[in-house]
Nanobody, 123 residues
Framework: QVQLVESGGGLVQAGGSLRLSCVAS????????MAWFRQAPGKDRECVAA???????AYTDSVKGRFTISRDNAKNTVYLQMNSLKSEDTAVYFC?????????????????WGRGTQVNVSS
């Protein structure tokens, strides 16, 4: 069973930055594609960024140029660096994993989920 634990959320002013981390309890972290999703109140969960086992990345249009997903396989950790934050980035952010070479853009592509970390951006 894979466990994912997110950290790094909090309250930040618009224009500020946060870095989210997700640590995976798994032996072969490098075999997993990882992603960050977010869910704002009253909205569907959406994929913000994803990274394959080899380091290929993808982003939803609203965060391109502001967010960066990365991974450190030696630390079993995936990161989401969030810069130039906006009020519309306020949401619970979830880490997700699937044992696959490729990433997916939808929730049903992932088998394992963290509990989420809250990000609040004040305008």
């Amino acid at each position: 069973q894979v466990q994912l634990v997110e950290s790094g959320g909090g309250l930040v002013q618009a224009g500020g930055s946060l870095r989210l981390s997700c640590v995976a309890s798994v032996r072969t972290f490098s075999s997993y594609a990882m992603a960050w999703f977010r869910q704002a109140p009253g909205k569907d969960r959406e994929c913000v960024a994803a990274i394959s086992w080899s380091g290929s990345t993808a982003y939803t249009d609203s965060v391109k140029g502001r967010f960066t997903i990365s991974r450190d396989n030696a630390k079993n950790t995936v990161y989401l660096q969030m810069n130039s934050l906006k009020s519309e980035d306020t949401a619970v952010y979830f880490c997700a994993a699937v044992k696959s070479g490729s990433y997916y853009y939808t929730e049903n592509g992932y088998d394992y989920w963290g509990r989420g970390t809250q990000v609040n951006v004040s305008s």
